[in-house]
């Protein structure tokens, strides 16, 4: 396969696509990852991905990254369907699903995690929303 068609693929797709290094620092950005987070390209390649991580959560993340990084074992199995909260350019919370995938060099040596991701936070909400009307009923019904 052509290597553009690679390219295409990765820039077209609506999902985020974004690629850390080992330190965490973002060097893959696609056109999904702007429609998502805000950022563009130029904003978010170069810096640490704390530009979505939620101040609150950053500390499990950067324990969990970083034992990744030097033993090359995750948690999280291949194709496993992570869900979590993260932050846009504008200070909005969103709710995000995604999967990762560690990449290696020609060595096998850890390049970093690339992550795929999609926005979720209406569904969330949805679902959020119909447990709560659920338990209001329930409520109703038991007295």
Known sequence: MDLDLYRQIVE??????ILGDR?????LWNAGATAIFGFTAEEAIGRSMDLIIP??????HW????????TGVSRYGAGDLLAVPAVT????????????QMLKGPAGEILGPVAIIRDVTK????????ARRLKELEAKGAR
């Open 89 to 100: 350019k504008d200070g909005r919370s969103i709710s995000i699903e995604f999967t990762i």
């Open 123 to 130: 569904r969330f909400q949805r679902e959020k929303e119909l």
């Open 55 to 60: 101040e609150r959560l950053r500390a499990r």
């Open 63 to 70: 324990d969990g990254y970083n034992r990744t990084m030097v």
């Open 23 to 27: 330190e965490g620092v973002i060097r």
């Open 12 to 17: 077209g797709s609506p999902d985020a696509v």
